[in-house]
């Protein structure tokens, strides 16, 4: 451990298609650098390759002006954390061998963080922090999830979608509508201008607190073929009011499961992350429920919702406290179980 008794972990994410590097200094985020790459936009979707050779131009300067930003020295840090499943192999391969070669180089140990398990963790960098046991729902492009925390390193997950995640259930539903990728931020847009009540979509039936939302997305797509047949204008014409309605039914499904999640638990303290968590319409049924139900409620800012850094810096520093670390020889992996 450094010298002035300080425990500083250099946290990497390159899951996907953001670059970032964050430092953590006794549990506190002092710097969080995200590069986001825009070449994706024009293939519709993150391209895999594409995303590998952005992260090996990143990471360099990213690490480097997270370092500068929190004014700290190589030499002082005490670990290394990075996202070492799930995601893009490509992409996590880019942090996980930059991660490993600079601790190597400076004899501290690597930390292997789960993705969606710093997630759940981006709720505790922020005051005030969420009390322990807590809810947290994580919704993003490829995952959705109720997540039971009973501390920062035990989780349990109660329910996950057995499909399709509800970032793509927003994405798949905006390129039906020709909007440019990544949709979901659009329809979000344009929902706050539309009547939500306008359109009706079933919800489905699923047991427990499991999601499902490729039948969503499903009528959707025939409600639209049907109407565009009927008048091909129709999406311009609507088009407020289909996002607002397509975001309500989805929206419904989240919380829906949450709140059968708290009535099972009897757990009132209730948060959200994920990209998805950036959501207007999210967050305002979630407050709403919140007054509703009496329930302590803790939703990230925005920086820390996407993917980022920071909640791999902040997970990587409780590992260490309980002195938990990765040998050099863990290979990074694109699907791994919690």
Not at 231 to 248: E, L, M, P, T
Request: hydrophobic share 40%; proline share 4%; charged share 15%.
């Amino acid at each position: 451990m450094n010298n002035n008794k300080k425990v500083i972990i250099l946290g990497i994410e390159s899951s996907c298609d953001e670059t970032s590097a964050s430092v953590c200094i006794d549990g506190k985020i002092v710097s969080n650098i995200i590069a986001t790459q825009s070449i994706h936009t024009e293939y519709g979707g993150v391209v895999p390759e594409l995303a590998s050779r952005a992260h090996m131009q990143n990471i360099v300067p990213v690490v480097d002006k997270a370092i500068k930003e929190a004014n700290i020295t190589l030499s002082e840090m005490d670990a290394i954390a990075f996202t070492q499943s799930p995601g893009l192999i490509g992409a996590l391969l880019v942090g996980s061998s930059f991660a490993k070669s600079l601790a190597l180089s400076l004899n501290i140990p690597v930390i292997g963080v789960h993705h969606m398990q710093a997630h759940v963790i981006s709720n505790l960098i922020e005051s005030p922090q969420p009390a322990f046991p807590f809810l947290c729902l994580t919704v993003s492009g490829g995952h959705t999830q109720i997540v039971l925390c009973k501390d920062p390193l035990t989780m349990e997950v109660l329910g996950e979608t057995i499909d399709d995640a509800a970032g793509e259930a927003f994405d798949k539903a905006a390129k039906m509508l020709g909007l440019p990728y990544p949709g979901g931020p659009l329809i979000d847009q344009y929902a706050q201008l539309g009547d939500k009540n306008r359109f009706q979509f079933p919800e489905p039936q699923i047991e427990g607190l499991n999601f499902s939302f490729s039948g969503v997305k499903t009528s959707i797509l025939y409600f639209l073929q049907k109407q565009v047949k009927a008048d091909v204008d129709f999406i311009g014409k609507n088009r407020n009011d289909i996002c607002a309605s397509i975001q309500h039914c989805i929206i419904n499904i989240l919380l829906h499961k949450l709140k059968k999640a708290s009535a099972i638990t009897g757990i009132k303290t209730i948060c959200i992350a994920g990209g998805v968590s950036a959501n207007k319409g999210l967050r305002d049924g979630l407050k709403e429920m919140g007054i509703t139900y009496h329930w302590s409620i803790h939703i990230p800012s925005a920086i820390y919702c996407t993917d980022n850094a920071a909640m791999i810096a902040l997970t990587g520093y409780h590992k260490f406290l309980n002195g938990i670390t990765t040998p050099l020889s863990a290979s990074a992996s694109a699907r791994a179980s919690w």
